[in-house]
């Protein structure tokens, strides 16, 4: 029973870290509602976006309301002036207004303007920061899945690693050598060739760049090869400093793994690609803006 009650922990443990990063994170969509005779209609507005075309940026229809939107929009970190795109409803019946393609690593900073039943609206409202996508290379399913699959076997394998230093230690090591596998296939293998599919560079955290998502994946990586240099593969007569090494390295990992996925990552230089620099040439990461 205390085996269950362990894994049960570290599962919701591990559930719950993912669920902070999907929400948190710069690329997801930015979501909210607009209220009609008291009905809710909701909105996922778009921060990130393959190079296939344009982001389609989407609003709810809205039966029976006078209600107008408007898309405006920039290059992100420029001096551009600001364009603006009146929704409409497209083949599909959608009520969109689209941006324009970019390189990968392009940004554009947009918010949606608009009246609904005689009262404006602007989301985000006036004063706060204003979205921002981003636009990547298609990443290949192939390597995609496993990087992630390997991801989330790092959190729910460390997270019991951690936890067998408190209840079970017979077990930390078996834990642990699994956390390492993964982070070694999904982190630092598969990691880099997400990266290079989708913004040209294999490796664009220290130090070559400041990635944080990069950056990330390194301190993991170190902090499980430092625990599994420690502990061995053997069981120790004293394993106190073992039990230390394992339980910080389950800390570590949860602590960086909560920091939003994607932030500090590949951003386009406009000021270099309006000098007719390439925009495979032209990208930068946290370090550098």
């Known amino acids: 029973m205390k085996k269950v009650l362990v894994w049960v922990l570290a599962l919701v443990l591990a559930l719950a870290a993912m669920i902070y990063q999907r929400s948190t994170g710069p690329t997801y969509e930015y979501k909210g509602r607009l209220e009609h005779n008291g009905e809710k209609h909701k909105y996922e507005l778009l921060r990130t976006h393959e190079t296939t075309a344009g982001a389609k940026i989407e609003m709810p229809q809205i039966e029976g309301a006078e209600y107008t939107a408007t898309l405006n929009y920039k290059r992100y970190q420029t001096d551009d002036s600001i ?15 689209q941006l324009p393609l970019q390189p990968a690593a392009g940004k554009m900073e947009y918010y949606v303007s608009g009246s609904l039943d005689g009262k ?25 899945i496993p990087h992630v699959t390997m991801m989330i076997i ?51 955290g220290f130090p070559y ?10 301190i ?22 073992s039990k230390a090494a394992v339980l910080t390295a ?14 500090g990552g590949s951003t386009l230089d406009y000021e270099q690609v309006d ?15």
């Open 83 to 97: 364009t603006s795109v009146r929704f409409a409803l497209d083949s599909d019946n959608r009520f969109v207004a």
């Open 120 to 144: 404006s609206f602007n989301i985000p409202e006036e004063g706060e920061e204003k979205i921002v996508l981003r636009y990547k290379d298609p990443v290949s399913d192939y390597i995609l």
């Open 154 to 204: 790092v959190i729910i394998f460390g997270i019991r690693a951690g936890l067998s230093v408190l209840f079970d230690p017979r077990t930390m090591r078996r834990w642990t050598v699994i956390a390492f596998s993964a982070m070694t296939v999904g982190g630092m293998i598969l990691g880099p060739l997400v990266q290079k599919s989708a913004f040209g560079e294999y490796w664009t």
């Open 209 to 218: 760049g400041g990635d944080f998502t990069d950056n990330k994946m390194l």
């Open 220 to 241: 993991m990586w170190l902090a499980w090869a430092i625990a599994l240099a420690i502990i061995g593969f053997k069981p120790k007569k004293k394993e106190t400093i």
């Open 250 to 263: 389950a800390i570590v990992m949860t602590v960086v793994y909560l920091i939003p996925h994607s932030m």
């Open 275 to 289: 000098k007719g620099i390439d925009p495979k040439e032209a990208i930068k990461t946290g370090a550098e803006e």
